[in-house]
């Protein structure tokens, strides 16, 4: 007698040997991981690119952009190194076209985002890795800039602890970035809040609230430094200090920065000393003396005030010759500063050496 059971089972057999006979695509599809990085110390790259004819790696440590291979399923691939301990920038090119890699979410943050990062950390760790200490809280704010009539972008490190500490009050760094950069590369990339972390845990800076601004105030590069600090005076320092327990004494506050947010810093702290008694520049588009002139004219009065001005550029930097210069203005005013001529060129590792030597001297 039919039970009806004879199709089902047989349907079943059927389902069976096709899925036997199908290719088990998973297995077989070729990795596009990127960036692998072995214990060795050697990092593989790769990229899925069907239709390009050449592609390369180019990396911020060092050699020549390495010619990448195609291979299975249009994986293109190479592996490079050893790469030292560090966070390094770098790029795909393909046919020409630079171009982050997709198959790695850190990305340099940048006005015109074109480079991955590779976080190799140290052993032992280096200032700027993650370490098992306390660490701060980072707040992203957007606010309406009154000076500038627009929306802005904002990031406030608060040390370990702020939370705990309700009667406590903070010094504060503004800590700005170089051309092309945002608000949020100081993080991201420089990895300040890491840094500011590991000094005060080893007891070597002092507890500090950080600001990190947009420094693209203007739409152009024109009046761009005279928008960025009204900017800063007249709606950041106000919502700094209104929404975070800080100190407002110039003996409580930095303005430091790199390569364009040094030139920045240089110009509006030393014009405006009774705000700022802490200025910093790390190989700096450092100002004209036009730029700073009062300061300049009244040498024994800025002097005075200052609590530090520290300058740093590296021996290989393009902006050299600009800092030398500005420092040969200050030695002839006899204005007090400290100046550091070092190895390195004009990039981010040097940047963060710089951050880790200045903050321990702040606010001492």
Request: with cysteine; net charge neutral.
């Amino acid at each position: 007698m039919y039970t009806g059971r004879r199709p089902s089972v047989l349907l079943t057999i059927l389902v069976a040997v096709f899925a036997s006979q199908m290719p088990v695509v998973a297995q077989r599809r070729a990795s596009t991981r990127s960036p692998e990085v072995a214990a060795d110390g050697r990092v593989t790259f790769r990229l899925r690119a069907p239709k390009a004819t050449e592609v390369v790696v180019a990396g911020q440590w060092g050699g020549e952009p390495a010619p990448m291979t195609k291979g299975e399923e249009d994986v293109w691939s190479v592996t490079v190194g050893p790469v030292p301990a560090g966070v390094w920038e770098y790029s795909f090119r393909v046919d020409g076209l630079q171009m982050i890699d997709p198959g790695n979410p850190a990305i340099k943050p940048m006005r015109e985002p074109r480079t991955s990062i590779l976080h190799i950390p140290g052993r032992p760790p280096s200032l700027y890795d993650f370490q098992d200490v306390p660490h701060g809280v980072v707040h992203c704010h957007s606010y309406f800039s009154k000076s500038l009539g627009r929306v802005r972008e904002l990031a406030v490190y608060t040390p370990p602890g702020y939370d705990r500490q309700a009667d406590a009050r903070f010094p504060t760094l503004y800590l700005q970035h170089g051309s092309g950069d945002n608000q949020a590369t100081w993080v991201v990339h420089g990895k300040a809040h890491w840094i500011l972390d590991s000094l005060i845990a080893q007891g070597k800076a002092r507890p500090m609230v950080m600001v990190m601004m947009d420094g693209h105030a203007a739409l152009d590069r024109q009046g761009n430094t005279e928008a960025f600090e009204r900017d800063l005076l007249q709606d950041v320092m106000p919502f700094v200090e209104a929404n975070y327990r800080v100190k407002t004494a110039a003996a409580d506050r930095c303005i430091a920065g790199l390569s364009m947010g040094g030139g920045q810093s240089l110009t509006i702290g030393l014009n405006h000393l009774d705000r700022f008694a802490w200025v910093a520049g790390f190989s700096a588009s450092a100002p004209s003396r036009e730029a700073v002139a009062d300061a300049l004219d009244d040498p024994a009065a800025t002097s005075r005030k200052l609590k530090l001005l520290w300058i740093a550029c590296g021996k290989d930097d393009f902006l050299l010759k600009r800092n030398e210069d500005f420092i040969t203005l200050l030695k002839d005013k006899g204005i007090e500063h400290e100046w550091h001529l070092t190895e390195g060129n004009h990039s981010w590792p040097v940047w963060r050496g710089y951050l880790g030597e200045l903050a321990p001297k702040l606010f001492q």
